[in-house]
């Protein structure tokens, strides 16, 4: 069985996930940007940046429960520490959004849409249900933060089925997720995503001893299949790659991937407010290939400077307040034996 300390492999997947869709969003896909085959790769593919998070999370969130002794009587506890570390952050990148859209209304020559956001909408924002109540976000992106929320409840209720001692039931509960995820689905649930939620919860079994390596490449295999079906080859390629740097990697961030990594949460909340409003205002003055890349340049930059600004004013004081609430004491080392040795 692996430790339960920090896998710092993560922050590596984290920082690259934020950065794909930073590219995607401001590279794009138009004829300048697919003039170039790096960048019409990164635009056109770019977004598959969330299907990499929708794998870490899949993994992250049931590890987590599991070392720090997660039960069903904890349930309140969970939401509480998932709402204290996530919804600070959220919230301030509302505020943010709809204040930078309406300054962007002001300014002469504005071509987009003025803002018309409604109590109704704004209120669907603090469920995260926007899109299942019928109302657009305020930032396109917060979608994946329903889809992630849905998977934090569904795995507060299932998390015993998820861990059960009978390796029959784990197998069933992971043959039910996959049997799911061909079910038709409006937008904003999370049944299509659930191949990359499994392709985590299938590594969360193997790093903790609860399958072998062969079962685990089995699960792994449909949970792609499963993936080529809802999302096509190249989300299924991502979210499998993402799972066996999991499984298998052991590459520690450090630089700036780590610093990356790290503020990758507030970045992907940041990016779309600042960065697409360094797009929109640089393609009245900077045209062509080298215009572009110069955007994308500056945009990603005051991107980061929001970012980071986010993290260490809203973020990381509310990572702090999360963990200062626990379920009980941390599983001891002679209660883990229940579950098989990590095995080959």
């Known amino acids: 069985m692996h430790n339960t300390e920090r896998i710092e492999s993560l922050d590596l997947l ?8 930073c590219l995607y969003h401001f590279m794009g896909t138009d004829a300048i940007a697919l003039s ?3 960048t019409a790769f990164v635009g056109q593919h770019g977004k598959l940046g969330v299907q990499m998070f929708f ?6 969130i049931p590890y987590s429960m599991h070392r720090t002794g997660y039960t069903l009587k904890n349930l309140p506890t969970f939401i509480a520490k998932r709402e204290i570390r996530l919804a600070p952050p959220y919230l301030v990148a509302i505020i943010v959004g709809i204040g930078l859209w ?13 803002p018309q956001i409604t109590v109704a909408q704004l209120a669907s924002h603090f469920a995260y249900m926007s899109e299942l109540l019928g109302h657009k976000w305020v930032v396109d992106v917060f979608w994946t ?25 784990r197998r069933a509960f992971m043959a039910a997720i996959l049997a799911l995820s061909f079910l038709p689905a409006r937008r904003g649930v999370i049944v299509s995503h ?16 609860m399958t072998t390596r062969r079962e685990h490449a089995a699960i792994v295999l449909a949970a792609t299949i499963a993936a080529i ?3 096509g080859i190249h989300g299924a390629a991502f979210g499998f790659a993402t799972a066996l740097f999991i ?5 520690r961030a450090v630089g700036p991937l780590a610093w990356l990594g790290t503020i990758s949460y507030s970045l992907y909340l940041m990016h779309l407010p600042f960065g697409n409003r360094v797009m929109n205002l640089g393609e009245r003055y900077l045209s062509g290939f080298g215009g572009r890349v110069t955007l994308v340049i500056i945009a990603i930059g005051l991107s980061l400077c929001a970012a980071y600004v986010l993290y260490k004013l809203v973020e990381r004081p509310s990572q702090r307040a999360a963990s200062r609430l626990s379920y009980r004491k941390p599983v001891l080392e002679h209660e883990k034996t229940r579950h098989r040795a990590y095995a080959s």
């Open 55 to 60: 794998v870490i999370s899949g993994f992250v």
């Open 36 to 38: 170039n085959p790096i």
């Open 194 to 209: 659930l191949p990359f939620f499994a392709l985590g919860i299938t590594t969360f079994h193997l790093m903790t001893g």
């Open 14 to 21: 984290r920082g690259l996930a934020a950065l794909f869709v």
């Open 229 to 231: 079906y809802v999302k």
């Open 145 to 169: 933060l329903g889809i992630e929320f849905q998977y934090y409840v569904a795995m507060a209720l299932i998390f015993p089925i998820a861990t059960a001692d009978s390796a029959w039931v």
């Open 247 to 251: 499984a298998y990697a052991r590459v």
């Open 102 to 114: 309406y300054l962007s209304a002001l300014a002469p020559g504005f071509a987009g849409k003025a």
